[in-house]
């Protein structure tokens, strides 16, 4: 007889455990007698047990307390009928059955071909960006700055937000430690470095191009598609070394947060923009042009554009 598999799916753990059978009954409960011991306080003592024969696999209920949720069927039955790969849940552990013929996926190589994720892994990436990243916060403030004697703050900046980027690189860090007992502390700290290195980069084009065109909406649309898709992508990489979730749960997370934060972040700078027109000094930053002015227009052209307005 072809053997059966017994997955018992353990969230957060490492790895699940499996347990082989060739007999044609397997019990499963939470007392000693049973083939499959379940340490869960809402499964039985003698909770369900496993039937094949030549109609297929079958799942009987012993009376339990709880039942068997089928999850295809989304409801709780106390006989059901599956097929190898689908998954049942007693009391709060989730079970998944397989027979020996059952296909897997193929053998992922220890290597990632994808050159982008080889250079991620590799510590002189991190420590690259990170200075990329330092280099590119001093320069902002450089850039942006038109009042003397604001050196010392130019650094400050720089400082807090490469220690920003730390401490985020770190909470990402953490929470592989906990899924996956990894740390990786460098790939987490060079997705946050490119994160804010594109964004900045990306910004800086955003900028002229509305200023060139003299268009604040086109601002607007292209600050907040720049920030969405490049944040998406940064969440996924993160997600990617730090837990693991299947890929379509990743992009729905990252979306998901990444449209919280964008959401945060426009109340945020309603409230600053605000606070600003409340006070008597005007902002000390200057934005475009960064590399020269855009075409100068005659003085007829100004007037007949400024008498449409009045019109």
């Given at each position: 007889?072809?053997?059966?598999?017994?997955?018992?799916?353990k969230?957060?753990?490492m790895?699940?455990?499996?347990c082989?059978?060739?007999?044609?009954?397997?019990?499963?409960?939470?007392?000693f007698n049973?083939d499959?011991?379940?340490?869960?306080?809402?499964?039985?003592?003698?909770h369900?047990?496993?039937?094949?024969?030549?109609?297929g696999i079958?799942?009987?209920?012993?009376?339990?307390?709880?039942?068997?949720?089928n999850?295809?069927?989304?409801?709780?039955q106390?006989?059901l009928?599956?097929?190898?790969g689908?998954?049942?849940?007693?009391?709060?552990?989730?079970?998944?059955?397989?027979?020996?013929?059952?296909?897997?996926k193929?053998?992922?190589?220890?290597?990632?071909?994808?050159?982008?994720?080889?250079?991620l892994?590799?510590?002189?990436?991190?420590?690259?960006l990170?200075s990329?990243l330092?280099?590119?916060?001093?320069?902002?403030g450089?850039?942006?700055?038109?009042?003397?004697?604001k050196?010392?703050?130019?650094?400050?900046?720089?400082?807090?937000?490469?220690?920003?980027?730390?401490?985020?690189?770190?909470?990402?860090a953490?929470?592989?430690?906990?899924?996956?007992?990894?740390l990786?502390?460098?790939?987490?700290?060079?997705?946050?470095?490119?994160?804010?290195?594109?964004?900045?980069?990306?910004?800086?084009i955003?900028?002229?191009?509305?200023?060139?065109?003299?268009?604040?909406?086109?601002?607007?649309?292209?600050?907040?598609?720049?920030f969405?898709?490049i944040?998406?992508?940064?969440?996924?990489g993160?997600?990617?070394?730090?837990?693991?979730?299947?890929?379509?749960?990743?992009?729905?997370?990252?979306t998901?947060?990444?449209l919280?934060m964008?959401?945060l972040?426009?109340?945020?700078?309603?409230?600053?923009?605000e606070?600003?027109?409340?006070q008597?000094e005007y902002?000390?930053?200057?934005?475009?042009?960064?590399?020269?002015?855009?075409p100068?227009?005659?003085?007829?052209?100004?007037?007949?554009?400024?008498?449409?307005?009045?019109?």
């Amino acid at each position: 007889m072809e053997k059966l598999v017994i997955e018992v799916i353990k969230p957060g753990k490492m790895h699940n455990e499996f347990c082989v059978f060739t007999g044609s009954t397997i019990r499963i409960g939470r007392g000693f007698n049973n083939d499959v011991i379940l340490d869960d306080a809402f499964v039985s003592s003698e909770h369900c047990e496993i039937i094949r024969d030549d109609e297929g696999i079958k799942i009987k209920d012993l009376n339990s307390k709880n039942g068997i949720y089928n999850i295809k069927a989304k409801q709780i039955q106390t006989d059901l009928a599956i097929h190898s790969g689908d998954k049942f849940i007693v009391g709060r552990t989730e079970l998944r059955v397989y027979l020996s013929s059952h296909t897997v996926k193929p053998a992922r190589p220890l290597i990632p071909r994808h050159k982008i994720i080889t250079a991620l892994r590799k510590p002189i990436t991190a420590w690259i960006l990170f200075s990329l990243l330092s280099a590119l916060a001093y320069l902002t403030g450089v850039i942006t700055t038109i009042e003397n004697g604001k050196q010392g703050q130019i650094i400050l900046t720089a400082v807090v937000i490469t220690g920003i980027m730390i401490f985020w690189a770190g909470f990402w860090a953490i929470i592989g430690w906990i899924s996956r007992h990894r740390l990786r502390f460098g790939i987490q700290l060079s997705i946050a470095c490119l994160w804010y290195i594109l964004y900045m980069l990306c910004s800086f084009i955003i900028d002229y191009a509305a200023f060139y065109f003299n268009r604040n909406l086109l601002y607007v649309i292209l600050m907040g598609l720049c920030f969405t898709m490049i944040t998406i992508l940064g969440y996924l990489g993160h997600l990617h070394f730090a837990t693991r979730m299947k890929t379509k749960t990743k992009i729905i997370s990252a979306t998901v947060i990444t449209l919280i934060m964008l959401g945060l972040s426009g109340v945020i700078m309603n409230f600053y923009h605000e606070s600003q027109y409340l006070q008597k000094e005007y902002s000390s930053s200057v934005n475009p042009p960064y590399l020269g002015n855009p075409p100068a227009h005659s003085i007829e052209e100004f007037i007949q554009k400024t008498n449409k307005i009045f019109e």
